[in-house]
């Protein structure tokens, strides 16, 4: 009976592996983001880098509601664990990042693409959201 008690632990936690391992992690995501905040620091007038402000992170539709689900507050989180990255990267913030998720049709699962970008934080409203239109 033991054995099979074994076997049958073995078997669920299997199950529960492969069921949690085919869902995009927060990790993951958040690696793709500090590797976009690499990628598209700029320079400023003195010649300092300076850290992107906004992100749009893309990911496949039934890779988003998910990670929604799960961490509701995932976009915040992603904002400020891009906060801290950037202030150990010894990059100037201009204001606080912002990080918007996108579901996007086209992408396959657990495929993510970032896009970053320093928008000037004294533009207009109306601006920035023709620019995350853009993005």
């Given at each position: ?10 078997l ?48 496949s ?6 990670l929604?689900?799960f ?7 992603l904002?400020e ?22 579901g ?21 409203a ?10």
């Amino acid at each position: 009976m033991h054995r099979f008690e074994d076997l049958a632990q073995r078997l669920i936690e299997g199950s529960l592996a492969r069921l949690l391992g085919e869902r995009l992690q927060p990790q993951t995501v958040l690696r793709a983001l500090a590797q976009a905040i690499e990628d598209a620091q700029v320079l400023g007038a003195q010649g300092e880098p300076v850290a992107p402000n906004h992100f749009w992170v893309n990911l496949s539709e039934q890779d988003l509601a998910p990670l929604e689900y799960f961490h509701p507050n995932l976009a915040d989180e992603l904002s400020e664990n891009a906060r801290q990255i950037m202030l150990q990267m010894g990059l100037r913030l201009d204001m606080p990042p912002r990080v918007f998720l996108r579901g996007v049709r086209e992408l396959a699962p657990r495929q993510i693409s970032v896009t970053a970008r320093w928008i000037p934080p004294d533009l207009p409203a109306s601006s920035t959201t023709a620019q995350a239109a853009q993005g």
